[in-house]
């Protein structure tokens, strides 16, 4: 199953902002080079595009939640 | 005097402030996030407190965690560092109402200083040149063209609300202001909730220039000046003390302005009053104050030989100043570089990760504040300062030369930091010259950044 994975660690953000709607929701269809999220760095934010399509997006990681580099973010069908 | 001070911050200056309490006898608290169990601050306070997960908001940001964290250690005052909670005049609120002492000003001082209108007008009021521009928030696009009569072009429009470089429009011309105006009100509404602006001349070669002020609620006293001219997206990356392009006349206005301020609004603790100086005109303005110690304290404390943060924590222990202005005088120049975790030849990528061997700069005249130590671990959650690489020397060009001598001794393995960019600028004619301004750094990283490659050391 395709997986979306994070690209650096940090802080993981599913919109650009508390005021503004997820880049992606819940059993979206992702195309490469879509953004599905935020990963914040050292008070630097770089965008996630994910590198495979598919349908039925799944996050494994909650907003704001802590990751690793190469930590899976989402899953997809 | 205080008993027992909580430390509500990480890094570098978690260290600072602990070691200026220890050297008081006062015991300390650390608190840290689940990426700082290990964190040199955590080691050195006398007992740490787990305040929540990496994320600041849930951790360091924590106001209640914090508070709950002091009930449950009999901490009876709280030093909030420089960032996260230092300027929320919530914080200083809640820390006083919880029958703790807040190292720092007033929550009401902090607000008069961080509404940006309030402050420039507290400024005037108190006899301290502020740039040309309107005399408060403009309320609309006509009374916003009658203070370009006093600013001419270009002019900045600032949002009332905003602060370190957010919410700042430029416009060169009529026609770019009749478009910008609405746009920064429409901006300055959605960034910050409210879409107060206000406008300044924009004084395009200027240096940054600040004061250091103590003062007790009653008598204010200033530690002179750093110069602060090297930045990098408007964030200071090398600061020093003395300015050299200061005369001896300007700097005694310059200083006694910060005090006038400082005194006026009954200022309590270590503040810094910044300026701009116009070299052409010979004039300076003042920008805003920072009602907290700020990461550059230590050039400031290498020419007194005043420890800031023992000052601060004595004022907030009830101790009227110490220190008369005739006591404190320059001896020598002071340079600080900040040692961050990135990578100058990348646009300064970050670079977060394990350190390796790590070898530190010392010797006569070097100071390297740090939370660094062999095997840490440099999460990617917080900010990029390692440490500060401090020199001290009899005159600014022997600075210069100790400066080289410190950072070659430098070695922190399996992290790319920002030296090669002070290697290289120390060696620079203009900066060795000392002929720079605020924007000359950005215009000399599009010629050199791309050979700035930090070695990474296995």
């Known amino acids: 199953m395709p997986q979306i994975q994070s690209p650096l660690p940090g802080t993981f953000y599913r919109s650009s902002s508390p005021d503004t709607p997820h880049f992606k929701a819940d059993g979206d269809a992702v195309a490469v080079g879509d953004v599905i999220g935020l990963i914040e760095v050292m008070k630097s934010f770089h965008e996630v595009k994910s590198e495979v399509a598919g349908t039925g997006l799944r996050f494994v990681i909650d907003n704001e939640d802590p990751v690793m580099a190469g930590a899976v973010l989402a899953e997809l069908d | ?458």
């Open chain 2, 1 to 458: 005097m205080l008993q027992k001070l909580l430390v509500a911050n990480r890094g570098e200056i978690a260290v600072r402030v602990i070691r200026a309490a220890r050297d008081l006898g006062i015991a300390t608290v650390a608190v840290y996030s689940d990426a700082d169990r290990d964190a040199l601050h955590v080691q050195l306070a006398d007992e740490a407190v787990h305040i929540g997960p990496p994320a600041a908001k849930k951790s360091y940001l924590n106001i209640a965690n914090i508070l709950k964290a002091a009930a449950e250690t009999g901490a009876d005052s709280v030093h909030p560092g420089y960032g996260f909670l230092a300027e929320n005049a919530g914080f200083s609120d809640a820390v006083t109402a919880a029958g703790l002492v807040f190292v720092g000003p007033s929550g009401d001082a902090i607000r008069l200083m961080g509404d940006k209108v309030a402050a420039r007008s507290a400024a005037h009021a108190a006899g301290v040149p502020v740039v040309p521009g309107s005399a408060g928030r403009i309320e609309g696009i006509a009374a916003a063209r009658h203070v370009l009569t006093l600013t001419g072009f270009p002019v900045m429009i600032k949002a009332a609300a905003g602060g370190g470089g957010r919410g700042i429009r430029i416009a060169t011309d009529l026609a770019e202001f009749e478009a910008a105006f609405p746009q920064a009100q429409a901006e300055a509404l959605a960034a910050f909730g409210d879409g107060g602006l206000y406008m300044e001349k924009l004084i395009p070669r200027a240096r940054h220039i600040e004061v250091q002020v103590l003062g007790d609620g009653v008598n204010a006293v200033h530690c002179f000046e750093r110069e602060c001219s090297l930045q990098r997206r408007r964030q200071k990356v090398w600061e020093e003390a003395p300015s050299r392009a200061l005369s001896d006349r300007l700097r005694d206005q310059l200083c006694n302005s910060a005090v006038a301020l400082a005194r006026a609004v009954k200022y309590s603790g270590a503040g810094t009053v910044e300026y701009l100086y116009d070299d052409a005109a010979d004039r300076f303005y003042f920008i805003e104050m920072n009602t907290r110690i700020q990461v550059e304290h230590p050039v400031t404390e290498m020419v007194t030989g005043i420890d800031l943060v023992a000052e601060m924590l004595r004022i907030a222990g009830g101790e009227p100043l110490r220190l008369r202005q005739s006591d404190i005088t320059v001896t020598g120049h002071a340079i600080e570089v900040r040692i961050n975790a990135e990578d100058p030849s990348r646009d300064f990528a970050p670079f977060p990760g394990t350190v390796g061997a790590l070898r530190l700069p010392g010797g006569p005249g070097v100071r390297f504040d740090s939370m660094l130590y062999p095997g840490c671990v440099v999460p990617p959650f917080y900010d990029s300062l390692l440490g500060k690489l401090i020199v001290h020397a009899e005159t600014r060009e022997a600075a210069l030369v100790r400066l080289q001598r410190a950072l070659s001794e430098l070695s922190i393995e399996g992290i790319k930091t920002t030296k090669p960019l002070f290697q290289a600028l120390a060696n620079d004619r203009h900066v060795m010259a000392g002929d720079f301004h605020t924007r000359w750094l950005e215009g000399w990283l599009e010629r050199h950044a791309s050979r700035l490659t930090p070695e990474l050391e296995a």
